[in-house]
């Protein structure tokens, strides 16, 4: 029974004929029928508490099994949500992997035992990790699908090369591939869904968006959520989308919807859109009961509606199968899901020890020799770049030269965010100087190396950071720039649940080595709450993600390169006060110039006490070790951390002062 409708991998569009053959239908029984089983033998072995948490796909089961039919693992991407288990069953997950990740086995392939039942990853079949956040992962799929029309464009960028994270991404990319995304209906009220798709929308991106709209968001009614009730309706003005609204329990409309949508996107017409009504036909999860805030009618009707129970209908009435035949599929699947569920009983769970694994990358060490590149400062003028002399230069300048060094040498660079553009419109580059950032930091990358590579990203914060997830998982790095410190909390979800998380969770199987610059600090009188934070240390507590704080032109150019390079998410912080200050001003070193991170330097010597600091306030605390020494005749040592963390800090690895 092991029959493929149209989910082949490789290249050629699905020829489902007009009707689904006998043999097409049963297929897509089969496949409804075993993830409500597996869902079923779950709830089983939580009620014998032999797993902690159960969330189900019955009554979604159609939607699901058709959206993955029109699809290609392994070719096409996917980002699901936490109700998935038939999309990613028909996309090829096994029921023994899925079992696996129910009772959190150190062998469960999509994270090791480290999330909940339900949030599957698969490299093969390209099932990027899901977290439980909702709405998330649709920012994910808008930046897969920029990285893949990207790499067609500019298939040399795909070359491995060595000395970089390039060594451990290699891309695969097709032009007619598409990004799938699910999420619930009440799940359309976050703002990454609507960041999602307008990018999407204004970008013509190969994305299909799949609303599940079970009706309910746990207790809550899709009216609460959605004005007026109906998601279709709300978004029907955006440009470029196919939509389609459609009965998501009926198995047979669901796949010829999917399989228009997909045509739509991989055609390069833009997204897709579909809205499909399904049931929930257990409570939101099991550690909840719809009897307590739903009525019994519209529970009654609700089951009437059961996708399952409509398809054997079917398959009785077109005589497709007897009622033997589907007994025995029945229950050969019921010994599929109870077998694998035994078998991932006994499977061991993870060791304790394996708990600090694929916080960072194993691959490449950015406190490591690979980029203790100190010495190899050249001295020389860039060639090319906008220095063109040996005269000390600020950190702004040294920053934007690094940015002009690395894009030249790496094409998977792309840089966007606030502003950072040149000119947008770029019939006015021949007549304009160009913004390049509101500091001025990313000035002339625009018009060096083009507006597919650096360009301005819609006002919206989540957004810059839930693309570059997106854009990571592909093997490309993004540098994105958040304009003020003080706005990087809209993408504090996207940082702290999916950016920093992305590696572990999936117990090393992918990875997101974003950098994002960010300009902090007070720098200007009257700047206030709003243009003044710093909030550094709120992030220093975040596991997965390398956090970095220069104080001087040499150091922000050495740590930005490591930065660009290494295979970890990192966050580099700019101190505005500093961009063009007098202290720190460095020739330009060269364009291989690197310094590892957690490498602390003693920036004065003393004896009486020593202070451990980072960013402004190493040229404040030399004016006050100064002061204390001509004052008091203490004498203080001042080491520059960098705040680079993911390392212990020793002092025997600090650096002597200059
Ligand atoms: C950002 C976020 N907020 C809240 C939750 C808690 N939560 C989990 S599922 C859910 C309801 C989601 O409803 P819907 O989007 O309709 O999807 P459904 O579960 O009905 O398929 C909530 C509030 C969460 N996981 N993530
Ligand atoms: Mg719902």
């Not at 009706?215 to 279709?232: H, K």
Request: net charge negative; with cysteine.
């Amino acid at each position: 029974m092991g029959l493929a409708v149209s989910n082949a991998q490789g290249p050629g569009v699905s020829q489902t004929p007009d009707r689904l053959s006998p043999r097409q239908l049963v297929e897509i029984y089969r496949l409804m029928y075993l993830s409500r089983r597996l869902d079923d033998r779950e709830i089983l072995l939580k009620r014998q508490q032999k797993i902690y948490f159960q969330i189900s796909a019955a009554g979604h089961e159609a939607l699901q099994v058709g959206a993955a039919l029109a699809m290609r693992p392994g070719y096409d991407w996917f980002f699901p949500y936490y109700r998935d288990r038939a999309l990613c069953l028909a996309l090829g997950l096994t029921p023994d992997e899925m079992m696996l990740q129910s009772v959190g086995a150190a062998a469960d392939p999509s994270s090791g035992g480290r999330q909940m039942p339900t949030h599957w990853s698969s490299t093969k079949l390209h099932i990027v990790s899901t977290s439980s956040s909702t709405a998330t992962q649709l920012l994910h799929a808008v930046g897969c699908a920029e990285a893949g029309r990207y790499f067609c464009r500019h298939p040399e960028a795909a070359a491995k090369a060595e000395g970089d994270y390039r060594a451990f991404h290699e891309p695969d990319f097709h032009d007619d591939e598409v990004s799938l995304t699910c999420v619930g209906e009440g799940s359309t009220s976050q703002g990454e869904f609507w960041e999602a798709i307008n990018t999407a929308s204004n970008q013509k991106l190969p994305v299909v968006f799949c609303v599940e709209d079970n009706g309910y968001a746990i207790s809550v009614p899709v009216e609460v959520n959605t004005p007026g009730g109906n998601i279709s309706k709300l978004v029907a003005n955006f440009p470029n989308f196919f939509f389609a609204e459609i009965d998501g329990t009926d198995a047979e409309v669901c796949l010829r919807t999917f399989e228009a949508a997909a045509a739509h996107c991989r055609a390069g017409l833009g997204p897709a859109f579909v809205h499909g009504h399904c049931v929930r036909h257990y409570s939101h999860s099991l550690s909840d009961d719809d009897k307590l805030y739903r009525a019994a009618a519209e529970r009654e009707a609700d089951a009437l509606r059961d996708p399952i129970a409509k398809l054997q209908m079917r398959l009785l009435r077109e005589g497709v199968m007897t009622e033997a035949e589907i007994n025995e599929l029945e229950k050969s699947m019921d010994q599929v899901a109870a077998e694998a569920a035994e078998r991932a009983l006994e499977a061991p769970l993870p060791t304790l020890e394996s708990i600090t694994r694929h916080v960072y990358s194993e691959d490449i060490d950015p406190t490591g020799p690979l980029f203790d590149r100190e010495n190899e400062a050249v001295g020389e003028a860039a060639t090319e770049g906008k220095i063109k002399d040996h005269n000390p230069h600020t950190m702004a300048d040294l920053i934007n030269v690094c940015l002009h060094d690395e894009m030249r040498r790496d094409e998977r660079i792309v840089i966007y965010g606030e502003d950072v553009a040149d000119a947008s419109r770029e019939e006015a580059l021949s007549e304009v100087k160009g913004k390049g950032g509101v500091f001025k930091l990313t000035a002339g990358l625009q018009t060096t190396f083009g507006s597919e590579r650096v360009f301005n990203s819609p006002l919206a914060e989540a957004n810059i950071v839930g693309r570059a997830v997106g854009y990571g998982v592909r093997g490309m790095k993004p540098v994105v720039e958040i304009q003020f410190f003080d706005y990087i909390w809209p993408a504090m979800h996207q940082i702290r649940n999916e950016l920093s998380l992305m590696r572990w969770r999936s117990n090393g199987a992918w990875g997101a080595p974003v950098v994002i610059r960010v300009p902090i600090g007070g720098y200007l009188t009257g700047g206030s709450i709003y243009h003044s934070q710093s909030g550094e240390s709120m992030f220093t507590h975040i596991p997965g993600l390398r956090v970095v704080f220069p104080s001087n032109a040499l150091d922000a150019n050495g740590l930005l390169r490591t930065a660009i390079r290494c295979d970890d998410p990192v966050l580099f912080l700019e101190h505005k006060r500093l961009y063009r200050e007098t202290y720190g001003r460095a020739p330009y070193p060269g364009p291989e110039f690197a310094i590892p991170f957690g490498k602390a330097k003693t920036v004065r010597s003393g004896t009486d006490m020593t202070l451990v600091t980072y960013g402004a306030l190493v040229p404040r605390a030399l004016q006050a070790a100064e002061k204390a020494q001509r004052e008091h005749g203490i004498s203080v040592e001042i080491i520059d951390s960098a705040l680079t963390t993911g390392k212990r800090l020793h002092r025997r690895c600090a650096r002597p002062a200059a």
